[in-house]
């Protein structure tokens, strides 16, 4: 199958919005592609247990069953190290999650390296 980068901005701020980015990438996934999440600037927040767990787009589901489709179907989350920083989230966010900080650079990589790309 292909290789699937879906690129999310919106955070917290955004639920339904956020939502539908994790949504696309579990669709993704149960369709049997390779999916790769990239969470930059307000997204970073995403990645938080405490969000993961209370946040619920409007139709779209709660963040976290499609974050633990993504993750248990082979996904992979990269955060941004620059956002991060800005919000406070730190490696402890992302333990036990396949999640890595991650720089704009490798984010243009993976947009090479897909064959789609969705942005939220």
């Not at 993704?28 to 990239?38: A, K, L, R, W």
């Not at 209370?54 to 989350?77: K, M, N, P, Q």
């Amino acid at each position: 199958m292909g290789k699937l980068l879906v690129h999310i901005t919106s955070g917290p701020e955004a639920p339904t919005r956020a939502a539908l980015g994790l949504l696309v990438a579990r669709t993704g996934i149960d369709e049997g592609h390779d999916v790769t999440v990239f969470l930059a600037g307000d997204a970073v927040q995403l990645i938080r247990d405490a969000v993961l767990d209370s946040l619920t787009g409007l139709g779209t589901g709660a963040l976290r069953e499609s974050f633990d489709a993504i993750a248990g179907g082979g996904g992979r989350f990269y955060v941004s190290g620059l956002s991060s920083k800005a919000r406070g989230v730190t490696e402890d966010d992302l333990k036990g999650k396949p999640a890595e900080l991650a720089m704009p650079n490798r984010l243009v990589q993976l947009a090479f390296e897909a064959d789609r790309n969705f942005t939220y």
